[in-house]
């Protein structure tokens, strides 16, 4: 029996009926409209009254310049620069005038980008917006201008610039004037940077052409939307040059991500907080006045002996056994029990990010210092995705470009080490593995910002040095430090890496050997069954110890920190 | 009114559509793929798919309900209950598009549906509420002080709350603010707000809500009360009419109070006042649901009004057709629910397909369902398939005739909760109407 024929007797003959009804039900104009990635209807308020993301996808959609800047500044706080500006032709285009005036019409907007001054959290900071629905955002001598006024007006008042890039490039309507606005921008960048300032941009879909290749890419922090397509050529073009179809993804903010040169992607619904955030940890006063604040607090003065006296007695191998224990510690739980608001930054706007190295800023205390860890991971997937914490190129690529926005930014850098040794593998080889090595030890050796380094399980060869040419090595009790692995080792000398043990008790790379050395500073003590658990005991001096460090190298003189970490090397 | 779409699925669309039918409305059924062969899709004289199984998908996409409804010529859409029913913003929208919402109008929903705001309404209107916060706490720290004042034990509660989520009892102060932090947490997540309010917990309060009718010029009656105090965490398993806690006396003032809601509230349509009643006889307002309940058939066994029928004509602007002297409560009715799941694996949904079934008859006894034999219930959807509501001259032979029924009832291929109830129905505390809200907890220590 099939139910619809059971049901069929009950219907009433009215269903032919065609209803003509003068006020019938319909959708009001502009109610709805449909969502241009997943193709839904969608409530148009419902997105617009949000951040302009479909309800139904997630996909975001393009925001206007002011709304952007209601999204991100704190109420009331813009102050707009150069509302108009004369208008330029400089090739005479026929019809560019007239172009002009109906997208100034469409759109409200005098051109492009509009510029100013505002606050997030109170901070102050120049701002800058393209917006899309303006010829593209394309960049003409007036965007050129208002771009380069608004940084060199920061510059002048010292304040930090954020540009919400979004571009089809330059304006082909104003010929090599609009070329000309790329060394226009980065040269007033490259001014607001040499003064110390700190330049943020954030890459918005679409951002590509002349502005991927000035300003968008400048940033000290770059971040993008999700999603966002950032290129110097347009797809299209691409494909058309090599007759190839792109593979999916390309030219995404993912993708970005990925080779190198994003620090971070961030939702829209987080931007605000994180550029609030960002300003203030890169507050005018955040060096100067926390030294003097450190300066201030009593650090006893023996609690390196102390922590040193608790060393256990132990065979090296059961030190090694230990440093490579599956629930130990890592690098990540490290930032997380010692830090807080750590903001991670990616990239090493080279070739790739390399996840075996974690790096960023985060606030210790009321400082912000720059962090960097080499990452295992803390389950078999993650140490995998994380390749054990063998860096490539890329990753130490990534630490010394943070290493290097420290000394900028004049915040101390604090490494931990954990590291079977740098990746061996084809790859790292072709990006020169032995050069991003090299560079850092020669880079780290003179930056004029205090560096302090603690190895925290393995200390593997120069993949831990190139994090290590430090002003204080400090090593946890149970860590290990040494030239290679005792497998090697026994390999190389011996030819029978099965002799690790008694390797490991030749190889003196236990803390109390090094301590003896001085190739480390500092041992810290370590609970019997050390895990994630209990590192809080660990963590808890190694704070303290922490605020030693910063108190007694963050007063020094430039020269002094430098010679001071010169002759540590220069007499081993 | 011409042609209705109901927007929603399973045994209340089934009810409407027959409704419907009876008044020679023509009915649009809508339904996710999960529904092709669901007994709405069947019987509704059209029947339009709406998206992917999700309910997120379908039943609560209001872009593509309004589109079905659109396109099928439908002038007015019935929510039902659950879903889109008591969303104001979808009541906005069918406004916007002039569609009638059989409900009430989307301003008076958002103003009951979010709580503080109605509990100001009830106390403006003098009618009684339970001690607790006068605005919104945000944070542990707040609450527990206020908690200090109103007094233990407290229950913590989210705004935008419904369906037990977000809620905690607090007997001491110690336990206090872990309570807060999880009700909280629990709320972000299903509601996307952190706004939570507290008050005084009732001790062994008994559910006692009333349904009321308000039609568009001012007319509002009471059609009696449903005690609802049977329920598992805070889900209704049987409910019944009248409640064997009301004295004639008590009856009358709570309606008054609940009418007297109503009218503060500026209510059309049918609705309910939800009401806790102490042991002692003080009752207080807890919340209004906007919509028709599930529980509703008791309500009309003994009053004899269809109360979906009474929804429509006052949606089409009819005025109520009577008054309150009208209304008479006679015998004694009783509702239980049937849902797939089994009660010995912690209550754990039972989808599957129904291999055979027999479901029974006779002088005052209903079901309303929407399964039938070879009909599979997907995991997507609440679990209740079916309703056994019985009537009867009074409450022992009420008791009775549900006891007989539930005996009958086979349903094979999935597992139910007959047998539970079954076990409810004959319990001596039950019987002698000596329940309370926390009677199924305590009959499971």
Not at chain 1, 1 to 26: C, V, W, Y
Not at chain 1, 311 to 327: F, I, Y
Not at chain 1, 394 to 417: N, S, T, W
Not at chain 2, 209 to 234: K, M, P, T, W
Request: with cysteine.
């Amino acid at each position: 029996m099939k139910l619809d024929n059971m049901f069929k007797k009950n219907r009433g003959t009215s269903m032919k009926r065609i209803a003509h009804r003068q006020t019938g039900p319909e959708v009001p104009e502009g109610l709805m409209r449909k969502c241009n990635q997943c193709g839904k209807a969608i409530i148009a308020e419902e997105a617009e009254q949000g951040y302009y993301i479909c309800p139904k996808c997630g996909g975001y959609f393009h925001v206007p310049a002011y709304r952007r800047l209601d999204m991100i500044l704190d109420e009331g706080s813009f102050q707009e620069w150069n509302e108009t500006m004369p208008e330029q032709n400089p090739m005479e285009y026929r019809g560019y005038p007239e172009k002009l005036a109906a997208m100034k019409a469409r759109t409200g907007l005098d051109e492009a980008v509009v510029t100013g001054k505002g606050s997030i959290h109170g901070t102050e900071t120049v701002i800058g917006v393209c917006d899309g629905r303006f010829l593209m955002a394309s960049m003409g001598e007036n965007v050129g201008e208002k771009i380069a006024c608004a940084v060199e007006r920061a510059t002048e008042e010292q304040l930090p610039v954020i540009l919400f890039c979004c571009s089809g490039g330059a304006r082909m309507q104003e010929g090599i004037t609009s070329l000309m606005q790329m060394a226009k921008t980065s040269a007033a960048l490259k001014r607001h940077s040499d003064a110390g300032l700190l330049y943020i941009s954030v890459l918005t879909d679409p951002t590509t052409g002349g502005v991927t290749a000035s300003f968008a890419m400048l940033g000290d922090i770059i971040l993008a939307e999700p999603g966002a397509l950032i290129g110097f050529a347009g797809p299209r073009v691409i494909e058309q040059t090599i007759r190839q179809k792109l593979p999916k993804g390309f030219q995404r903010a993912e993708f970005l991500l990925e080779h190198g040169f994003l620090d971070a992607i961030v939702e829209r619904s987080r931007m605000r907080k994180v550029l609030g955030d960002l300003l203030q940890m890169h507050g005018k006063a955040a060096w100067e006045e926390q030294s003097q604040k450190v300066a201030e607090s009593k650090v006893s003065e023996d609690r390196t002996e102390k922590s040193h006296v608790s060393v256990q007695k132990k065979e090296a191998w059961d030190r090694v056994l230990l440093s490579r224990k599956k629930d130990r510690p890592v690098g990540s739980d490290y930032i997380q029990a010692l830090f807080t608001n750590f903001q991670e930054f990616h990239g090493d706007r080279l070739y790739g990010d390399d996840p075996a190295i974690i790096g960023g800023i985060a606030s210790f205390g009321e400082r912000t210092v720059t962090v960097i860890a080499q990452e295992k991971g803390s389950s078999t997937r993650e140490n995998i995705q994380r390749n054990f914490a063998m860096p490539k190129p890329d990753g130490y690529r990534k630490a010394l470009r943070l290493m290097k926005q420290a000394e900028k930014f004049h915040r101390p850098v604090i490494c931990f080490v954990d590291t079977p040794g740098a990746f061996c593998g084809i790859e790292a080889e072709e990006r020169g593995q032995g050069e991003a090595i090299a560079r850092n030890i020669y880079e780290m050796s003179a930056l004029k910002v205090p560096i302090l380094t603690v190895i925290i399980g393995e200390g593997g060869s120069g993949g831990a040095l190139a994090l290590a040419t430090s002003d204080e090595v400090w090593m946890l009790e149970n860590a290990i430090y040494s030239i290679l692995s005792p497998e090697g080792f026994a390999s190389i000398l011996w030819k029978d890496s099965t002799k690790a043990k008694e390797a490991a008790k030749v190889m003196k790379l236990t803390s109390d050997c090094l301590k003896e050395q001085g190739i480390v500073d500092n041992v810290i003590s370590e609970p019997e069954g050390f895990t994630r658990e209990n590192l809080y005991l660990v963590t808890g001096p190694m704070e303290e110890e922490i605020k030693r460090f910063l108190n007694q190298y963050g007063n020094m003189l430039e020269e002094e920190l430098t010679e001071h970490r010169y002759q540590r090397f220069r007499k081993m | 009114m011409k042609k209705i779409l109901i927007a929603n699925r399973g045994e209340i669309a089934v009810r409407i559509i027959r409704a419907c039918r009876e008044m020679g409305i023509e009915t649009v059924a809508v339904y996710s793929e999960a529904d092709k062969e669901a007994l709405h899709t069947k019987l509704a004289d059209e029947a339009i798919c709406i998206g992917p199984a999700a309910s997120s998908e379908s039943y609560l996409d209001m872009e593509r309900i309004i589109s079905a409804t659109i396109v099928s010529g439908a002038d007015a859409i019935h929510p039902g209950f659950g879903f889109l029913s008591e969303n104001s913003r979808f009541a906005e929208l069918c406004e916007q598009c002039n569609i009638t919402f059989i409900g009430p109008d989307s301003g008076t929903i958002a103003r009951l549906g979010n709580k503080q705001e109605a509990r100001n309404t009830m106390i403006a209107a003098g009618v009684p509420v339970i001690p607790g916060s006068q605005e919104a706490v945000y944070t542990a720290e707040e609450g527990k002080r206020l908690a200090e004042e109103i007094g233990y034990p407290i229950m913590i509660k989210a705004a935008l709350g419904g369906g037990g989520k977000g809620m905690r009892e607090v007997y001491t102060p110690e336990e206090f603010e872990a309570a807060f932090q999880m009700a909280q947490k629990e709320t972000e997540n299903a509601f996307h707000d952190n706004t939570m309010y507290l008050e005084h917990l009732v001790l062994h309060p008994r559910h006692i809500e009333f349904q009321i009718l308000a039609d568009r010029y001012g007319n509002v009656v009471h059609l009696g009360e449903r005690d609802c105090s049977i329920q598992r965490n805070h889900q209704k398993l049987i409910e019944e009419s009248p409640s064997p806690a009301l004295s004639e006396d008590l009856r009358a003032k709570m309606g008054d109070a609940a009418v007297k809601a109503a009218m503060a509230a500026g209510y059309t349509n049918a609705g309910t006042i939800e009401f806790l009643l102490e042991p002692n006889g003080s009752f207080y307002f807890m919340e209004m649901n906007t919509r028709i309940q599930v529980e509703h058939p008791v309500t009309e066994c003994v009053t004899g009004i269809d109360l979906i029928k009474a929804q429509i004509r006052i949606a089409a602007g009819e005025p109520l057709q009577f008054t309150q002297k009208d209304i008479h409560i006679t015998g004694h009715a009783i509702e239980c629910r049937i849902n797939a799941e089994n009660p010995e694996k912690h209550f754990r949904p039972s989808p599957g397909t129904i291999q055979d079934m027999y479901l029974p008859g006779g002088k005052g006894v209903r079901i309303d369902t929407a399964i039938y034999s070879g009909y599979t219930i997907t995991p997507y959807y609440d679990s209740m398939i079916a309703k056994l509501i019985v009537w009867a001259h009074n409450r022992k032979e009420a008791i009775d005739k549900l006891r007989s029924a539930l005996g009958e009832v086979i349903i094979e291929g999935i597992d139910t909760n007959v047998d539970y109830q079954y076990g409810i129905v004959t319990h001596p505390d039950f019987v002698n109407g000596t329940t309370d809200t926390d009677f199924i907890r305590r009959i499971s220590l």
